[in-house]
Structure formats: structure tokens, C-alpha cells
């Protein structure tokens, strides 16, 4: 991960606790202040690395989730790493980037520790029978691995990919009837980079798609879900004669049930729903932002990706001959998109938030 990309995940996070919301990621452990006690900040940092499985672990020192943004101490680092180091059995995971981030006129410290060589051990003080502890984070609370948790560290987990949203657009268009409906339809363009060999395959059922659609932060689930490479333009390929693969991805590729990611790509997402005709005009539709959101939950990964972002409303559509308003994704817009990672399987509560 470059630095750059270090200190936007670390500033996301901060604006997350500043607007009172849950950090929702399980990689991320907030620090008020630097740990005074190695022993116990040894055990802390091997359950949050284990319980990784694999994924990188970041620490911030200097932001609470009560109290916000306090800044961290002048600490020397060397140091303090190695008396939490010590009480490491055999290895200790890896630091692979130190940061500050300036935010609020104080500085935060990052720290992003690799947990590819999992299990770590730490030494039990006193020296008896029991000697070292496999340690594990349960939510907030340290607590010792269980035989299901080591079964997870023994069997080989997929790493879930690196995600970036290039593009996305919402469209809504009313439908006369009796009674009258809106069609909801948005599209995501993901550009997904895995980060090993293996292909990523991710089922279309194992998917959700929800919009904020209602002041307030009502959300609409969007069921019609459709995940596939980029396509070449119908016009380019209506030959009868000589048949043209649209398929414009040499590392993407898709069925009606799932895609298949075997390198670098850009993985299309479309979803759509019917809804109510909620009888508001056009003029006088309030939201000029609605929210999104995105769980995509590979095979084998044991996490989902979680994808959030926000679209502004367009004035002039890109469309005029579809649907009656749309919103989207402007590279000039102060709009952050932010990708999360959470063990375990699709939580429906993710439907808000």
C-alpha cells in the first residue's frame, strides 16, 4: 500500500468517528494514546493480526472513537517497538509503513503491520507451565484463539483484492400505471487488482446493492444485480457475418451467476429496483446527494468488501432520452469513495450505515 494511499484510509477513518459513526473495520485498532504497556500491547497487536487472517493491520495513536481526534504524543517509535516486540514468541509482525497524518491541527501516527506469517505468539508472564498464548481480537476484547480460530489461520484464506470506484451513475424514471412505480438503476465501474495469483470469483447472489433515496436515509434495496467486464458498444459488434467478442477485458470475465477475476481489471456493477412512486416532481426532489453502497463477498475470503460513495445530482442529464433524473460520481466533487473490509460473511445490518 503506498503512503498515499495509507493516509486516505487514516483520514476516512477520522471522519467517520468525527461524524459519530462506527468504524465498521476489523483491521483498524484506534489508540487514544501510545500503549505504556508493552506486555499488554504485544497482546493486543498479535490477536488483531491474527484475527486478520491475512489481511494488513493498521493501528492509528492519536484518535479515539469516544473523543475524537487528539493527536499523538512525541514517541520514539524504535523504542516503543521494541518492548512490545520482546515479548513476542519466535516472530512478530512485520511493520510495513509509519506515517503522521496533520488533521485538525494535530498530528496522528499510523502504523500498518503486515499478518501474512500468522499465528503470533506472545510469552505468558511468570514463566509456569504455560509459556506463550496464541492471542485473538473478538470485537474490541483480546481473548485466546480457539480451535475454530486456528483452523482459519491453518486453512489457506483468499486476500480480498484492492478496489478502486472509477465512475458511477444513478438514474430514476417514473412509470405511468396503475398503479405508477419508479425504476431505480445504478451503475459502478470498479477497477479491482488482485493481490496474489489466484482468480477472485465472486458470486452475483452473494452481492447487495442499497441507495439512500429519502430524506432522512431511508434505503431501497437494489435486487437486480449484474456483474461482468467492460463491453464493447452493440453497434461495434452486429455483424452477422463475422461475430465480435464484446468482451473488452482480458482478465474479466462473467455468467448470469458470478465474475471471474484472474488479473488487473475493471468489473462493471449494475443493480436496479422498483419502488413506489413517491408522487414528488422533479423540481422539487431534496436530494441533490444520495448515498450508495456496495458488498461484494468473494469466494473464500471469510471478509466482504464493503464499497460507499456518494453521487450529485445532475442539473443537465448526461441521457435526455433516459429517465427523468440522474445522479453521478464528479472527480471534482469534495466527495470521498471508501473501501471496507470486515470479517465475516454479508451482515444484513450493513444495509444502513
Given at each position: 500500500m503506498r503512503r498515499l494511499e495509507l493516509e486516505s484510509w487514516v483520514l476516512q477513518v477520522a471522519d467517520r468517528v468525527n461524524a459519530h459513526q462506527p468504524v465498521e473495520d476489523?483491521?483498524?485498532?484506534?489508540?487514544?494514546?501510545?500503549?505504556?504497556d508493552p506486555y499488554r500491547a504485544a497482546r493486543r497487536l498479535a490477536g488483531h493480526c491474527n484475527a486478520a487472517l491475512g489481511e494488513p493491520a493498521l493501528w492509528i495513536i492519536g484518535l479515539d472513537e469516544e473523543r475524537g481526534v487528539l493527536g499523538a504524543e512525541d514517541t520514539e517509535l524504535a523504542d516503543w517497538l521494541a518492548q512490545v516486540r520482546g515479548h513476542f514468541a519466535d516472530m512478530s509482525p512485520a511493520l510495513l509503513t509509519d506515517i503522521n497524518v496533520p488533521i485538525e491541527d494535530r498530528t496522528l501516527v499510523a502504523l500498518l503491520f503486515e499478518t501474512d506469517r500468522a499465528p503470533y505468539l506472545v510469552r505468558v508472564p511468570?514463566?509456569?507451565?504455560?509459556?506463550?498464548?496464541?492471542?485473538?481480537?473478538?470485537?474490541?476484547a483480546v481473548r485466546s484463539a480457539r480451535r475454530e480460530d486456528l483452523i482459519r489461520l491453518l486453512i489457506p484464506i483468499q486476500r480480498l483484492p484492492s478496489a478502486k470506484i472509477l465512475g458511477a451513475l444513478l438514474t430514476r424514471t417514473r412509470v405511468a400505471g396503475s398503479p405508477a412505480y419508479v425504476d431505480w438503476s445504478l451503475s459502478v465501474d470498479v477497477y479491482v487488482v488482485p493481490l496474489n495469483k489466484e482468480p477472485i470469483v465472486i458470486p452475483v447472489h452473494e452481492c447487495a446493492a442499497y441507495?439512500?433515496?429519502?430524506?432522512?436515509?431511508?434505503?431501497?434495496?437494489?435486487?437486480n444485480i449484474h456483474l461482468g467486464p467492460q463491453l464493447r458498444p452493440l453497434s461495434?459488434?452486429?455483424?452477422?457475418?463475422?461475430?465480435?467478442d464484446r468482451?473488452?477485458?482480458?482478465?474479466?470475465?462473467?455468467t448470469p451467476s458470478e465474475v471471474i477475476i484472474n488479473g488487473p481489471g475493471l468489473v462493471c456493477v449494475s443493480a436496479s429496483a422498483q419502488a413506489e412512486d413517491d408522487g414528488i416532481d422533479d423540481a422539487h426532489f431534496v436530494l441533490d446527494t444520495v448515498l450508495y453502497r456496495l458488498v461484494l463477498v468473494p469466494v473464500h475470503a471469510g471478509r466482504h468488501l464493503r464499497?460507499?460513495?456518494?453521487?450529485l445530482r445532475l442539473r443537465e442529464k448526461l441521457r435526455p432520452d433516459q429517465g427523468d433524473a440522474e445522479w453521478v460520481m464528479r472527480r471534482d466533487a469534495p466527495i470521498r469513495s471508501s473501501v471496507e473490509q470486515t470479517q465475516g460473511g454479508f451482515d444484513p445490518q450493513l444495509e444502513r450505515g
Open positions: 476489523g483491521r483498524v485498532e484506534l489508540k487514544a494514546e501510545w500503549p505504556d511468570g514463566g509456569g507451565a504455560v509459556q506463550t498464548e496464541v492471542p485473538w481480537r473478538d470485537g474490541t441507495v439512500d433515496i429519502a430524506p432522512g436515509g431511508s434505503s431501497l434495496r437494489l435486487d461495434a459488434t452486429n455483424s452477422p457475418v463475422f461475430p465480435v468482451n473488452l477485458s482480458h482478465t474479466v470475465r462473467s464499497l460507499d460513495g456518494a453521487l
